[in-house]
């Protein structure tokens, strides 16, 4: 019998307005899995990973993590699936008016996992030093750090609550190539290191072929192709081979 996957979608769609983004997603992402999805701008790629999140509701369709329907899920079922996410977010999105050790530690303060503070610093400090930065940097604010430490104290918030899965938003946007792959390096270390599920949206062919176990290309809001990252360059999909190798022609007349 095969295993429950993580995350399944099951015909997901969500249109806002007359903008259908999301035409029936099918998608499933399997314990323990580096998913990377891949696309153009406004093809639904960001859409999918908040519906996933609650953060937007579908309008048709399942979502389905550890096998219990989420996409209707309220309330305390809501809190517990969403103590199973932590989240990498594409501009860091971190709290300037706290310290960056009270940025890591965020989901220890507060909620019912809430731990005394020194304690929740102490696995603040501890994953800091996971990710490359010195216990001197704690106790500075977000604004006294360069772009790449503010990647990495996200990261560092992102594993902080030992997640089962972790999202990735453009993990290396607005990174030098030197920067962006130090990040790689770290995301694919530390999601092996605790065993979590990942799933990444990214434009950043390095980043797909560096933490990708297996690669979905959305496009038109739908998955037009999906396999392991070994199998992406001869897919024999011209959506993803115009994508991955940036032709204007073909199939999609232009990436939005």
């Given amino acids: 019998m095969s295993e429950t996957p993580k995350i399944e979608l099951k015909g997901v769609a969500k249109a806002f ?5 999301l035409r029936g997603v099918d998608l499933s992402v399997a314990k323990g899995e580096s998913m990377v999805i891949i696309g153009g701008s406004g093809t639904g790629k960001s859409v999918t990973l908040k519906c996933i999140l609650g953060l937007i509701r579908p309008d048709a369709g399942e979502i389905h993590v550890d096998g219990a329907r989420v996409d209707r899920s309220s309330g305390r079922s809501r809190d517990a699936m969403l103590d199973k996410f932590g989240m990498l977010f594409q501009g860091g999105a971190l709290f300037d008016s706290l310290t960056v050790w009270q940025n890591v530690a965020f989901r220890l303060l507060h909620g019912k996992r809430k731990l005394p503070n020194d304690e929740a610093r102490a696995i603040a400090i501890e994953k800091l030093k996971r990710v ?3 216990e001197k940097t704690a106790d ?6 360069s772009g ?13 609550a030992a ?12 990174l030098d190539p030197i920067m962006a792959d130090v990040i790689n390096d770290l995301i694919r270390e530390l999601v092996t290191e605790i065993g979590a599920t990942a799933m990444t949206i990214t434009h950043d ?6 933490i990708a176990d297996n690669v979905a290309m959305i496009h038109e809001g739908v998955v037009q ?7 992406m360059e001869n897919s ?10 940036g032709r204007a022609d073909g199939p999609i007349e232009a990436v939005r």
Avoid at 140 to 145: D, H, R, S, V, Y
Avoid at 205 to 210: F, H, I, Q, T
């Fill in 17 to 21: 307005g007359s903008n259908a983004v």
């Fill in 132 to 134: 490359g930065l010195k």
């Fill in 140 to 145: 500075l604010f977000p604004a006294e750090l």
């Fill in 148 to 160: 790449g430490m503010q990647k990495r104290v996200g990261l560092a918030r992102a594993i902080a």
């Fill in 163 to 174: 997640p089962e899965i972790i999202f990735f938003d453009e993990p290396t946007t607005g």
């Fill in 205 to 210: 062919m390095s980043s797909v072929r560096k």
């Fill in 225 to 231: 192709w999906c396999g392991p990252i070994g199998e």
């Fill in 236 to 245: 024999g999909n011209a959506y993803v081979d115009q994508f991955i190798h």
